[in-house]
């Protein structure tokens, strides 16, 4: 079993940067792929972020260029440095981990493991 524990959220305007954590439970956490998602209100959960073990990764065309996501594996910790932020970045964002490694992962389908969310809030 994996817990996942995200934190950093908060209200920033915009224009503004912060910088997401999400510390993950377990001995495995080097061999996950791991994925970030937000999900705004009466919106689908989407993708934002996503890195496989050997730092692979990709993000949504939405976030590119101002969306960072980058791990540590010896600290069990995935990122997410959110610069340049608008106010339709605002949402609940989530981190998430797949056993699957071997590609990237762009559905939250694709995820066997969820952390609780954390609220990021872009005043204009």
């Known amino acids: 079993q994996v817990q996942l524990v995200e934190s950093g959220g908060g209200l920033v305007q915009a224009g503004g940067s912060l910088r997401l954590s999400c510390a993950a439970s377990?001995?495995?956490?080097?061999?996950?792929?791991m994925g970030w998602f937000r999900q705004a209100p009466r919106k689908e959960r989407e993708f934002v972020a996503a890195?496989?073990?050997?730092?692979?990764?990709d993000s949504a065309a939405s976030v590119k260029g101002r969306f960072t996501i980058s791990r540590d594996n010896a600290k069990n910790t995935v990122y997410l440095q959110m610069n340049s932020l608008k106010p339709e970045d605002t949402a609940v964002y989530y981190c998430?981990?797949?056993?699957?490694?071997?590609?990237?992962?762009?559905?939250?389908?694709?995820?066997?493991?969820w952390g609780q969310g954390t609220q990021v809030t872009v005043s204009s």
């Open positions: 890195m496989r073990s050997d730092g692979t990764s």
């Open positions: 377990g001995r495995t956490f080097s061999s996950f792929l």
């Open positions: 998430a981990a797949s056993r699957s490694n071997f590609k990237l992962g762009y559905s939250q389908y694709e995820y066997d493991y």
